[in-house]
């Protein structure tokens, strides 16, 4: 471990403040004033409001020009916290049920350990981002000129993995999480009495052909070596027993692990939409929303991630070929700007060990000296090592 064993205590009680105060994406004014407040007491240099309520530290050491940056996440989400312990949430109907406050005071750890020590040469951008479950907040911050004001050579960022033993990491080089987008197809057929279809055209036939059709892209469209998720979730419809509606909508998701991928299944999905709509005499838009590309780890910083890891918990206990997840994370974004990677770190395989999003969920305190362990060693080794090129 490369923190003192202090730092472990003082991280779990930020930890566990703000996960009795959880507040939801780019409402995290409590949260990014915490963090505001901590990173000056250590006498880290404070940039707050980019991207709304995100913060960025600014930590320099030594003479070189060189950069890197670290990025933890802030916001949690709208779920009823069914915990009982003394940290539960204060707040009704909002809790950190990703752990999100795990990473942000994992970042905070860091931050405290490497303004002590500076045991770097260069600058070390610490990015506590905001909104980054489904609402932007890593594109609010891109936008807000993020790697403009601050620029970084490499980025580095981590996310808990509930059912991961402790002391444990996952990575892997390349698509690690996939790409997620959000369809709605609008039906528009013939409405009429329900008992006289020949007089109208039914836009609820012409849905269930639809969604039974959308499920060929992926079996008949998509290459059978690509991973790829087409489904529906949602089917809108009518309100009597007797009346054929109007219009019908289709909604749903799509999550695959390359961009040419997800303009596959959009341009198939239109045109399988409009065709077979067409095809009953009735007509359908598609409004399809990519959200997140998917998360793509940079080759040369997977293996100096892998490398920093597994000089904190021994090689042993890192992953190099992590699962891939259907899941996404905005930190895609910034990827796609500056080169780095994504780890996984371990949350405990404990027996009825909760998933995240689960009312019943937790971060555990143990994965924190881990995190910041690795998140101050990417520093040192990294702005050492360029110094010394
Ligand atoms: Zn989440
Ligand atoms: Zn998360």
């Known amino acids: 471990m490369f923190i003192p064993e202090k730092l472990q205590d003082e991280m779990s009680e930020w930890r566990r403040d703000i996960h009795a105060h959880p507040e939801l994406g780019f409402q995290e004014k409590r949260t990014s004033e915490l963090v505001a ?28 020009g060189r950069s890197v940056g670290l990025r933890a996440d802030m916001d949690a989400l709208p779920i009823q916290e069914a915990n009982t312990f003394g940290h539960r949430s204060r707040h009704d109907g909002v809790m ?15 931050a405290q350990h490497l303004a002590r020590t500076r045991h770097f040469d260069g ?15 890593a594109k609010a911050m891109v ?5 403009r004001r ?95 509606p109007e219009t019908a909508v289709l909604s749903g998701t799509v999550r695959c692990f390359s961009k040419e991928s997800m303009k596959l299944v959009e341009d198939r999905m ?52 992590g699962p891939l997840t259907m899941a996404s994370e905005d930190f895609s974004i910034m990827l796609n700007n500056v080169p780095g990677a994504y780890i996984q770190i371990g949350n405990g395989d404990q027996p009825g060990g909760c998933e995240v999003h689960n009312p019943g969920y937790d971060f ?3 994965a924190l000296p881990y995190g910041a362990s690795l998140f101050a060693r990417l520093v040192e080794r990294r702005l050492a090592r360029m110094t010394a090129d």
């Open 150 to 244: 601050f620029p970084c050579e490499s980025l580095f960022g981590m996310h808990n993995r509930p059912g991961m033993a402790l002391g444990r990491f996952a990575v892997r080089s390349g698509p690690m999480m996939a790409g997620g987008a959000f369809f709605d197809i609008a039906i528009t057929g013939k409405g009429v009495h329900g008992a006289r279809p020949e007089a109208g055209i039914d836009p609820v036939l012409v849905a269930s052909h639809i969604t039974t059709a959308l499920q060929s892209i992926v079996s008949r469209n998509a290459r059978p070596a690509d991973t790829v998720v087409v489904s529906v979730t949602q089917i809108h419809a009518g309100d009597a027993y007797n009346v054929i």
């Open 143 to 147: 936008d807000d000129g993020l790697f």
């Open 37 to 64: 407040a901590r990173l000056e007491s250590f006498g880290v240099e404070v940039h707050r409001g980019i991207g709304k309520t995100g913060v960025v530290g600014v930590l320099k050491s030594g003479t070189s």
């Open 96 to 110: 950190h049920a990703c752990g999100h406050d795990g990473h942000t005071a994992m970042l905070l750890g860091a």
């Open 123 to 137: 600058t070390v951008h610490l990015i506590f981002q905001p909104a980054e479950e489904g609402i932007g907040g």
């Open 364 to 366: 555990n305190d143990g």
């Open 270 to 321: 239109r045109l399988i939409a409009e065709g077979v709509a067409a095809g009953f005499g009735a007509t359908a838009s598609l409004d399809f929303r990519a959200l997140f590309p998917p998360l793509v780890n940079h080759a040369d910083e997977t293996d100096f991630i892998a490398d920093c890891a597994a000089e904190v918990v021994g090689p042993e206990n890192v992953n190099r070929n």
